[in-house]
């Protein structure tokens, strides 16, 4: 009789509650974790005013939370396009804020209340998949749960991994997220990276806006 009720015994009656206690809060952390992705890390008023930024687990470690005056959510390059030269000529600060917030520093904070978040949140489509040359092209908000499910998709599969599902390409190139291997060319995720396709501030002449390729030259 391994947790039987038996009033003679104290102690086998309190390990049989505290069993059951142990098995409820290991099926609740097992419940959570398969249920519900987190929340979007981006809280505002009116649809996309006044809004804050939290990591994924709702406080940075200073516990202050980021602030805005707003958020875009491009989907297509064209909207991120059009984004990036509207607030450059307007003279804001802006910050790349991501579907699920990772990183624990507070790396997706502005200036003060006046910035703006873009968040890659609708960023999430696959460009195109080349089986014969091995690559997938994606848009940045695409997570590495959908990467590796693409890549299945036209049979190829990642020699190398972060931990989480949840982080998305541009946060991962952002940060120089890796796994631990030593295969290959090592576990870091943009040593993979063939090509780059980047949007940043210009000048007036720019039209407030850059569009730049970069691709890497393996030969040399
Ligand atoms: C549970 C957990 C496990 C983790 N495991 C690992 C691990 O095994 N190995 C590892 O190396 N790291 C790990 N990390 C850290 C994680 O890889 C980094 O914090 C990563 O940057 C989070 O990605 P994100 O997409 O959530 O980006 P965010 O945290 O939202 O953003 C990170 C930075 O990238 C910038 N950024 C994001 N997208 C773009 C874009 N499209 N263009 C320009 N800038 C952009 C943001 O502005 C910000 O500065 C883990 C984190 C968690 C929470
Ligand atoms: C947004 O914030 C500003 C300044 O903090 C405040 O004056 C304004 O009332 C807020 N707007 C809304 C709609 O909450
Ligand atoms: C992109 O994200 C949105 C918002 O979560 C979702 O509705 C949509 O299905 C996603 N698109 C793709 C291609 O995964």
């Not at 949140?121 to 959908?146: I, Y």
Request: positive net charge.
């Amino acid at each position: 009789m391994a947790f039987g009720y038996s009033p003679s015994n104290v102690y086998q009656n309190a390990a049989f509650w505290r069993t059951l206690l142990e098995l409820h809060c290991i099926f609740t952390l097992v419940y959570t974790a398969f249920s519900s992705p987190p929340e979007d890390p981006i809280k505002c008023v009116l649809g996309n005013m006044n809004c804050t930024l939290t990591s994924t687990y709702g406080a940075f470690p200073d516990r202050s939370t980021c602030r805005a005056a707003n958020v875009a959510y491009p989907t297509t390059e064209a909207e991120l396009v059009s984004i990036v030269a509207e607030a450059t000529k307007a003279g804001r600060r802006m910050r790349v804020t991501t579907r699920y917030s990772h990183s624990i520093p507070k790396l997706g904070c502005t200036d003060g209340k006046d910035g703006l978040f873009i968040s890659t949140k609708f960023l999430n489509h696959t460009v195109r998949a080349n089986a014969k040359a091995m690559t997938l092209t994606v848009e940045s908000g695409v997570t590495f749960r959908q990467l590796i499910a693409e890549a299945a998709k036209v049979g190829l599969a990642l020699p190398y991994a972060p931990y989480w599902w949840g982080l998305t390409v541009g946060g991962m190139m952002g940060t120089g997220a890796h796994g631990s291997s030593l295969w290959g060319k090592g576990s870091t995720v943009h040593d993979y990276v063939t090509e780059i396709r980047m949007i940043s501030p210009g000048s007036m002449n720019d039209g407030f806006v850059k569009v730049k390729s970069f691709k890497r030259d393996y030969n040399s």
